[in-house]
């Protein structure tokens, strides 16, 4: 098993409906296989209601991608313009150190195919 020491983990939350075309030009374009989302309910403080739906809350994505530190800012910034992040009410990202996290390596398939 290969462990990563010097990782990081960017955290995206985004509107319903952009992490598994940003997860999948991660694989395709990036080689990141490290992708992940989930969903979560909420509305930004600043949301005018108009566009929050009054009480109910809106559901977003929780987009998690875990790289080597030294490929951390250009898959940052590649996220950031792919997930549409830039745009009024896109989400945001932020991105911290992790102690160390483990390789995670997909098996070849193709002899199966």
């Not at 990782?7 to 030009?25: N, Q």
């Not at 909420?42 to 530190?69: C, N």
């Not at 950031?80 to 997909?106: C, D, I, R, W």
């Amino acid at each position: 098993m290969s462990v990563l020491i010097e990782a990081k983990l960017i955290t995206a939350i985004l509107p319903k409906g952009i992490s598994l075309g940003v997860v999948k030009l991660l694989r395709e374009e990036k080689g990141v296989n490290t992708a992940n989302f989930n969903y979560a309910r909420g509305t930004g403080k600043l949301t005018p209601l108009k566009y929050s739906g009054g009480v109910v809350e809106r559901e977003k994505e929780i987009l998690t991608v875990i790289v080597e530190a030294a490929r951390s800012e250009e898959i940052f910034a590649y996220v950031y313009e792919q997930a549409g992040v830039n745009k009024p009410h896109g989400g945001l990202m932020f991105m911290y150190s992790l102690k160390q996290s483990t390789a995670y390596l997909l098996p070849d398939l193709s002899e199966e195919a």
